[in-house]
Nanobody
């Protein structure tokens, strides 16, 4: 069983930055590609980005490309989502995910979800 625990969400002004953390159970990084998703009120959960995996580079949705970056610290079994130049439309609950399929095409390609952390960007 993979455990994912997100933290770091909060309220930030437009143009600001936040770093989300996802603490994982030991050994997760060697077995699962890690991704971030988000879900805004009244909208479907959407893909944000996936970290590098088996030599492939990380990649991101067009809506966050150039502003968000995924990194990881294997010594801490933690994956991060660095968010810069935040916009009000980035407001959502952000979820860490361990993928059952890489690259992911739908949310059904997620094997495990974290509980989510709220990010609110004020204008």
């Amino acid at each position: 069983q993979v455990q994912l625990v997100e933290s770091g969400g909060g309220l930030v002004q437009a143009g600001g930055s936040l770093r989300l953390s996802c603490a994982t159970s030991s050994g997760t990084f060697s077995s699962w590609a890690m991704a971030w998703y988000r879900q805004a009120p009244g909208k479907e959960r959407e893909f944000v980005g996936v970290g590098s995996w088996t030599g492939s580079n990380a990649y991101y949705s067009d809506s966050v490309k150039g502003r968000f970056t995924i990194s990881s610290d294997n010594t801490k079994s933690t994956v991060y989502l660095h968010m810069n130049s935040l916009k009000p439309e980035d407001t959502a609950v952000y979820y860490c995910a361990a993928l059952s399929r890489y690259p992911p095409t739908t949310v059904r390609d997620v094997a495990y979800w974290g509980q989510g952390t709220q990010v609110t960007v004020s204008s």
